[in-house]
């Protein structure tokens, strides 16, 4: 069965951090790439970053370079997104992704192309 399992979020006040995990079984971790996406309340879910587990290869939207940092650690089947200077509009609940993709090249934050889910974790950035 394929898990994806969000964990990490919580209440934090502007400008603190937070490191999100997604911990994946049941696929072969490698043949994938995992993506962060984010949905805050009222607003359509948009693609934050991801990395192929494959070559480690990453990719950010625009607007999240610089704060948003992805990173793998293929032993634990394990991505996390290292979020710094938190912002209030920075509140969503935070997925996490996993796309079929075995040495395609450099993933991306397309939502339409990934297979399994997450449930989420909350982030919630008090002003």
């Known amino acids: 069965e394929v898990q994806l399992v969000e964990s990490g979020g919580g209440l934090v006040q502007a400008g603190g951090s937070l490191r999100l995990s997604c911990a994946a079984s049941?696929?072969?971790?490698?043949?994938?790439?995992i993506g962060w996406f984010r949905q805050a309340p009222g607003k359509e879910r948009e693609g934050v970053s991801c990395?192929?587990?494959?070559?480690?290869?990453?990719y950010y939207e625009d607007s999240m370079k610089g704060r948003f940092t992805i990173s793998s650690d293929n032993a634990k089947n394990t991505v996390y997104l290292q979020i710094n200077s938190l912002k209030p509009e920075d509140t969503a609940v935070y997925y996490c992704?996993?796309?079929?993709?075995?040495?395609?090249?450099?993933?991306?934050?397309?939502?339409?192309?990934?297979?399994?889910w997450g449930q989420g974790t909350q982030v919630t950035v008090s002003s």
């Open positions: 049941g696929f072969t971790f490698d043949d994938y790439a």
């Open positions: 992704a996993a796309e079929y993709r075995p040495g395609w090249g450099t993933c991306g934050t397309s939502d339409i192309v990934y297979d399994y």
């Open positions: 990395i192929s587990s494959n070559d480690g290869s990453t």
